[in-house]
């Protein structure tokens, strides 16, 4: 978080215009201070207030934070930390809340010595919440007063004051998201949830509620509450849920080098992926980096050394290499760094140099003992490696066959596609379709011009519990990646170079409305979250949205994606006479539309609804796959009617 006042240097009537136009500045264009105004924006705006009650329980004065969704959809954070100071501000001329309120990024310019380091991606400060709000409600409690102000759309509407007496102490911040700004103003319980639940397990020690409020008349508030003693352990154990254990505990470390305190957990189970999870001051770094280098090399290297010493790999005829280490490994790091530098894609890859190397000596140090004292665990890691290092070489001949196999016939593009012929892949779309029938209506109902279609024969191998090597073999999934242009099971490094390969930018989905059409959804989904996550992070899969329902009466027809569409419709057709001369044709299959319905209802740019896939929480997500697609069968059906929960899907 910067701790930059706006206009410091300037006079002080010019640095009042100055703190005007920047609050004006985030209504202007909030997009640029809190990502977008959909969902993520609306949820972000939680998060950066809560940030705040982190940082406060960060360096040592706040050990509860309550949030509370209430029934208009307004927030409340209460925290019990020291309170945000209220007495004058020298500099400012102004109560200190009122600038912590009003000015951008005020943040943390009154306790110098304070350890901030949260903060969001954006790390705008609480001052983006009060201009983004149409009512905010600081109330402080201090030296044994309650102190309040309030504000609309960023302006405060009067002085900071004093409104009773108070035995308390901390921070309240109440606000209703300007609906203006936002084109979504309804809370997701879950989302916040995740995201708190993983706060909680970021930073061991903190308690934090969730209260939702949004409940029928005269029924109990519900209430979740998130605490971990444990930290990462307690993490990497709640993500490894549904996986079989190698080791009985995590491995854990925690430290300190060269004023970066680093802490990781991980954990070997009996798959094959790698889930390795990253934060840099409480932000997920999907991209990774130097934190992440720094841990991968000191795996490899103690694990090596360990494995050379005791003579492990005396019968080892091939290289073993840095991803046999990490194979079949869930893990989470965070570190919190003063000044990060974040770059790469979507901003989210630290670049710190120095980083590298503290995380690489605490994990060196921790690591080396541990083998020493757990000879047992040591030797069951050692033999995973090799293990996997055995799959790998047989996985990378089967690979190699196809891609010979690939590029000896004609375009190379499988045959059962039926491609576009437009080729700039940002115009272009393929369907994933259900069944050789559905996948026939399509092509028919398509515009060729920019719709590729391809065919899937019902359900696809299901990645999390496969053998790598079985994967590239599974004629399907070599279909589904040859077609998109891309290469599967490319280390994460060469993510941009094999999406800049990628022949649509928009692949979606389609199966039929049913528990089966569900099932095969999450198979596809699953294997790009572990094959391509890419596709994932960068936005590119999408749902159809095929109708539930044909209603219809004489020549009046109509499309239904809901209940209430569907009684809607009736209604209106029956024109107050009897409902019961409506026809209601419920849709389970795609098979069941012509090439027409199907274009116009589920294809059609300008009619159809598409849902797109985004990983709010890769954490989150991991935890779900596994548990979806893993050996324990109760949880998975639950999941797979509650559809999609695993992924946010935004409209
Ligand atoms: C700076 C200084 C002090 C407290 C805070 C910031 C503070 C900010 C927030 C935001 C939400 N909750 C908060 N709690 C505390 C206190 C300095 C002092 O008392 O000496």
Redesign the pocket.
């Known amino acids: 978080m910067s701790t930059e006042i706006a206009g410091d240097k300037s006079n002080y009537s010019a640095e009042n215009i100055q703190v005007l136009e920047g609050l004006e500045a985030v209504r202007k264009r909030p997009a640029m201070y809190i990502g977008d105004v959909g969902f993520r924006g609306l949820h972000h705006l939680v998060y950066e207030v809560v940030d705040?009650?982190i940082?406060?329980a960060l360096a040592g004065y706040?050990k509860n934070i309550d949030v509370i969704i209430h029934k208009n959809n307004s927030i409340t954070v209460t925290?019990d930390?020291?309170?945000?100071?209220t007495g004058i501000h020298a500099k400012e001329g102004r109560s200190a809340l009122e600038v912590?309120m009003t000015v951008l990024h005020a943040g943390g310019k009154?306790?110098k010595d304070?350890y901030k380091v949260s903060g969001g991606l954006h790390g705008v400060g609480?001052s983006c919440v009060n201009a983004l709000s149409t009512t905010l409600i600081a109330s402080v409690h201090r030296d044994g007063k309650e102190y309040r102000q309030e504000y609309s759309c960023g302006k405060p509407l009067y002085d900071v004051k004093e409104v009773g007496l108070s035995d308390k102490r901390g921070?309240i911040?109440h606000f209703m998201p300007d609906a203006s700004i936002f084109i979504h103003t309804e809370y997701k319980f879950d989302t916040l949830a995740a995201r708190m639940r993983e706060l909680a397990y970021l930073n061991r020690g903190i308690r934090i509620s969730l209260t939702d409020e949004r409940v029928e008349e005269g029924a109990q508030v519900l209430t979740e509450n998130y605490y971990s003693e444990g930290g990462l352990r307690e993490f990497v154990t709640y993500l490894d849920g549904t996986r079989e254990k190698l080791i009985p505990e995590p491995i854990y470390v925690e430290g300190e080098k060269g004023g970066v305190p680093v802490e990781l957990a991980f954990q070997y189970n009996t798959g094959y992926a790698e889930n390795l999870h990253s934060y840099v001051n409480n932000i997920n770094t999907i991209e990774g980096g130097t934190h992440v280098a720094g841990f991968r090399r000191a795996l490899t290297r103690v694990l090596k050394s360990y494995a050379d010493k005791e003579g492990l790999l005396k019968n080892v005829k091939f290289e073993i290499s840095g991803e046999d280490f990490r194979e079949g490994m869930t893990g989470v790091i965070s570190v919190k760094v003063q000044e990060p530098q974040f770059e790469g894609q979507t901003k989210t890859k630290l670049g710190n140099n120095e980083v590298m190397g503290a995380v690489d000596q605490c994990v060196g140090d921790v690591l080396g003992n541990y083998l020493e004292e757990h000879p047992k665990e040591a030797r069951t890691i050692v033999n995973k490696v090799i293990l996997a290092a055995t799959a790998r070489h047989a996985a990378r001949k089967a690979r190699e066959m196809v891609q010979r196999k690939g590029a000896m016939s004609g375009s190379g593009l499988p045959g059962k596609l039926s491609d576009c012929s437009e080729t700039d892949p940002s115009l272009c779309e393929v369907y994933l379709v259900e069944g050789d029938s559905a996948g026939g209506t399509a092509k028919q109902g398509r515009n060729r011009a920019y719709q590729a279609i391809l065919p899937l024969r019902g359900k696809i191998l299901n990645v999390e519990k496969a053998l790598e090597h079985k994967i590239y073999e599974n004629e399907e999934i070599k279909n589904i990646f040859t077609a998109l242009g891309v290469t599967i099971g490319t280390p994460e490094d060469d993510k941009a170079l094999n999406l800049a390969k990628l022949r649509y930018h928009k692949v979606i989905i389609m199966t039929d409305a049913d528990v089966d059409g569900s099932h095969i959804r999450t198979l596809i989904l699953t294997l790009f979250f572990r094959y391509m996550k890419a596709l994932l992070e960068f936005g590119y899969i999408y749902i159809a949205q095929p109708p539930l329902y044909l209603v219809k009466k004489g020549k009046d027809e109509e499309y239904c994606w809901t209940e209430a569409q569907r009684e809607d419709a009736v209604m209106r057709m029956a024109k107050g006479g009897n409902p019961d001369s409506v026809g209601i044709q419920r849709y389970k299959g795609l098979g069941e539309m012509n090439a027409e319905q199907l274009w116009s209802t589920t294809m059609n740019p300008e009619t159809r609804t598409l849902k797109q896939v985004t990983l709010e929480s890769a954490a989150e997500a991991d935890h779900i796959f596994s548990m979806l697609m893993g050996d324990e069968v109760p949880p998975r059906r639950e999941f797979i009617e509650a559809n999609a929960k695993y992924a946010k899907i935004d409209a």
Request: proline share 6%.
């Open positions: 705040n009650s940082d406060e706040c925290d930390g020291r309170g945000i100071p912590v009154f306790d304070t609480v921070t911040i």
